[in-house]
C-alpha cells in the first residue's frame, strides 16, 4: 500500500485547507481501509486527529481539532481528504494519513503510512 499526502503549505490563521492522500497498490479495496490522519510538530509526539472506518463509517476526531476539521473518503477515486478550517498557529506541523485492515480509530497503531506534508499556519 503506498499513501502520498498533498495539500500542505502555508497558511493564515483563520485560513482553511484541505489535505489530501492518495492511496495505491491497494490489496483490497480502498473502502475496506480504515484511516486516520496524523500530525507531528517539532518537538512534540505524534498526535493523531481524525479518523474514519472503513466503508464510510464513524469518524473520530482528536479534541484539538474537533469543530474545525472534517474528515472524508471518495472511494472512486482512492483519496483521503482532511478539511480544516480555523488554523491556528498551533496547528504547525507535517501531516501525515495511515491505512489498515483494522478499525483502529485514533490509535496509533496504523500498519500503512505516508511520507508527511507540511502545513505551516502563521
Known amino acids: 500500500v503506498q499513501l502520498v499526502e498533498s495539500g500542505g503549505g502555508s497558511v493564515q490563521a483563520g485560513g482553511s485547507l484541505r489535505l489530501s492522500c492518495a492511496a495505491s497498490?491497494?490489496?483490497?479495496?480502498?473502502?475496506?481501509?480504515?484511516m486516520g490522519w496524523f500530525r507531528q510538530a517539532p518537538g512534540k509526539e505524534r498526535e493523531a486527529i481524525a479518523a474514519i472506518d472503513k466503508r464510510n463509517g464513524p469518524t473520530s476526531y482528536a479534541d484539538s481539532v474537533k469543530g474545525r476539521s472534517s474528515i472524508s473518503k471518495d472511494n472512486a477515486k482512492n483519496t483521503l481528504y482532511l478539511q480544516m478550517n480555523s488554523l491556528k498557529p498551533e496547528d504547525t506541523a507535517i501531516y501525515y494519513c495511515a491505512a489498515d485492515i483494522r478499525p483502529l480509530g485514533l490509535r496509533q497503531t496504523y500498519g500503512y503510512w505516508g511520507q508527511g506534508t507540511q502545513v505551516t499556519v502563521s
Open positions: 497498490r491497494l490489496h483490497y479495496d480502498f473502502d475496506n481501509f480504515s
